[in-house]
């Protein structure tokens, strides 16, 4: 059997309390949670998505993801570019032109992340109201619990 394969196949059914299959993305040691890591980080599907649409310069991305940090674009764009997901390239003008594209398995990646991105676009009304709705029910049972902490003391 081919390990690689092996390592990011999901288990069919895990019971409750059980560890974590070795060689799946479930298990802390497989290398494919780093990666799962890379991608699905904050930064990460943005900068993806952002580039699914073609090539952008350092500056762009900065604009179009807003509240990420220089910093945070220039160390995210390294590390997707080190997992073989962007590629930089360096136009020989002055002063040096630096754009970020997907490379194919980056554009391979973006098709399932985007039904993602587009899923969380669509029902976030509906996950909002549910946490406001779980804050209201949990509300008054930590007013309570808070009040017999105080009184023990």
Do not use: N
Not at 14 to 33: E, K, L, M, N, S
Not at 83 to 102: K, N
Not at 121 to 140: F, G, H, K, L, N
Request: charged share 20%.
């Amino acid at each position: 059997m081919d390990v690689s394969s092996q390592r990011t196949q999901v288990p069919s059914r895990q019971a409750a309390g059980d560890p974590p299959a070795a060689g799946t993305v479930f298990d802390p040691d497989c290398p494919a949670r780093i990666v799962l890591d890379h991608v699905t980080g904050r930064w990460g599907v943005l900068i993806l998505r952002t580039l699914a649409g073609g090539p952008v310069r350092f500056a762009g991305l900065r604009d179009r993801i807003g509240g990420i940090s220089e910093k945070m674009l220039s160390q995210t764009l390294r590390t997707l570019a080190r997992d073989g997901l962007v590629e930089r390239t360096v136009e020989p003008t002055t002063p040096p032109q630096v754009s970020y594209s997907l490379t194919a398995l980056g554009a391979e990646l973006t098709e399932p992340l985007g039904g993602l991105v587009d899923w969380i676009a669509r029902r976030a009304p509906e996950v909002i109201a549910a946490q406001e709705a779980y804050d209201a029910r949990s509300a008054p049972a930590q007013g309570r619990a808070r009040g017999q902490a105080q009184g023990q003391a």
